[in-house]
């Protein structure tokens, strides 16, 4: 599968969005669940979303992936360490800020393998009807 260079992904549940689409982004200050401290939303890049897939959503299936181009963002970008699970040295992304609608320049599903685990990238896949 190829992918955009430099792109980012966020994962979340088809649901979340077309929600998201109907307010125009998803905004991490409106989660009443998030700290103060974790107002952030979680970004990978494609290289590495196999690895909060499997920590947060095991055996989903109803997930997209959010093919973010970081130039249309309008809030800062920092790569910060992940958990203390995720290879050494290992950063991800995190957008401070909501990430627009507009700033996602594909869509696709994201589908686990028959055992609930999503594999290294090969676990992206483009279903029937994808759209951003």
């Given at each position: 599968?190829?992918?955009?260079?430099?792109?980012l992904v966020?994962?979340?549940?088809?649901?979340?969005?077309?929600?998201?689409?109907?307010r125009g982004a998803i905004d991490?200050?409106?989660?009443?669940?998030?700290?103060?401290?974790?107002?952030f939303i979680h970004l990978s890049?494609?290289?590495?979303?196999?690895l909060p897939a499997n920590r947060l959503?095991?055996?989903r299936t109803d997930l997209v992936l959010l093919h973010i181009d970081p130039a249309l963002l309008d809030s800062p970008v920092r790569w910060e360490p992940g958990t203390p699970a995720?290879?050494?040295?290992?950063?991800?992304?995190?957008?401070?800020?909501?990430?627009?609608v507009g700033a996602v320049i594909r869509v696709s599903g994201y589908r686990p393998?028959?055992?609930g685990t999503f594999p290294?990238?090969?676990g992206v896949q483009d279903p029937a009807g994808d759209s951003t």
């Open positions: 599968m190829a992918f955009t260079p430099g792109a966020h994962l979340c549940g088809a649901t979340d969005w077309s929600e998201a689409r109907t991490p200050a409106g989660d009443p669940a998030r700290s103060a401290a974790s107002r890049t494609p290289e590495q979303v196999h959503y095991r055996g995720d290879p050494e040295a290992m950063l991800f992304p995190h957008l401070y800020g909501p990430l627009p393998a028959p055992d290294k990238s090969t």
